[in-house]
């Protein structure tokens, strides 16, 4: 009977540890496209699951990255995402312009690392052209949702398989 219940017990530990190895990767991070008409910006919030920014980063960089503990690793990852994303306005008159988004810095909530850019508002686009590679190239499998908020309305993207840039009407 201690042999089974032995086994019993190995088997239910290789079990957890299969299920937490694959629940801790999320691979999914949500991105949000805000036009606050109380700044006058067009404000972009990208939330990554910090599990999965610091196994990316290790990987990306080479070397361990610590993003709870280290604002330096948390930087690093935030150049590595505003490289990877990219707005361009589409006006009435077809005329793209690319948008020369700011950094404006990053922060630690929760289980949740989030990277933040702006900028002032453009006249108001037709329509928005999004470029949106982060951790894609990391990961096939990642998938990121972007969401844009303008006055009252949502409108989503959803960048996965080989959809790394998506257009979308205002």
Same mark, same amino acid.
């Given at each position: 009977?201690?042999?089974?219940?032995?086994?019993?017990?190995?088997?239910?530990?290789?079990?957890?540890?299969?299920?937490?190895?694959?629940?801790?990767?999320?691979?999914?991070?949500?991105?949000?496209?805000?036009?606050?008409?109380?700044?006058?910006?067009?404000?972009?919030?990208?939330?990554?699951?910090?599990?999965?920014?610091?196994?990316?980063?290790?990987?990306?960089?080479?070397?361990?990255?610590?993003?709870?503990?280290?604002?330096?690793?948390?930087?690093?990852?935030?150049?590595?995402?505003?490289?990877?994303?990219?707005?361009?306005?589409?006006?009435?008159?077809?005329?793209?312009? !690319?948008?020369?988004?700011?950094? %404006?810095?990053? /922060?630690? *909530? =929760?289980?949740? $690392?989030?990277?933040?850019?702006?900028?002032?508002?453009?006249?108001?686009?037709?329509?928005?052209?999004?470029?949106?590679?982060?951790?894609?190239?990391?990961? !096939?499998?990642?998938?990121?949702? %972007?969401?844009? /908020?303008? *006055? =009252?309305?949502? $409108?989503?993207?959803?960048?996965?398989?080989?959809?790394?840039?998506?257009?979308?009407?205002?």
């Amino acid at each position: 009977m201690g042999a089974s219940l032995c086994r019993l017990a190995t088997l239910v530990a290789c079990l957890v540890w299969m299920l937490s190895g694959q629940a801790h990767q999320q691979k999914t991070a949500i991105t949000r496209i805000l036009f606050n008409a109380n700044t006058g910006n067009m404000e972009v919030m990208h939330r990554f699951f910090v599990h999965d920014a610091e196994h990316a980063a290790t990987l990306i960089f080479g070397q361990r990255q610590t993003l709870m503990e280290s604002a330096e690793s948390r930087e690093l990852f935030s150049s590595y995402v505003i490289n990877r994303f990219a707005i361009e306005a589409v006006y009435e008159d077809g005329e793209a312009q !690319p948008l020369d988004l700011q950094y %404006v810095g990053e /922060e630690i *909530d =929760g289980q949740f $690392l989030w990277v933040y850019q702006e900028i002032p508002q453009p006249p108001t686009p037709q329509a928005l052209v999004v470029l949106n590679m982060a951790l894609r190239d990391v990961w !096939p499998d990642q998938s990121n949702l %972007v969401n844009i /908020e303008r *006055d =009252g309305e949502v $409108l989503s993207l959803l960048f996965d398989g080989e959809a790394d840039v998506l257009t979308t009407s205002l």
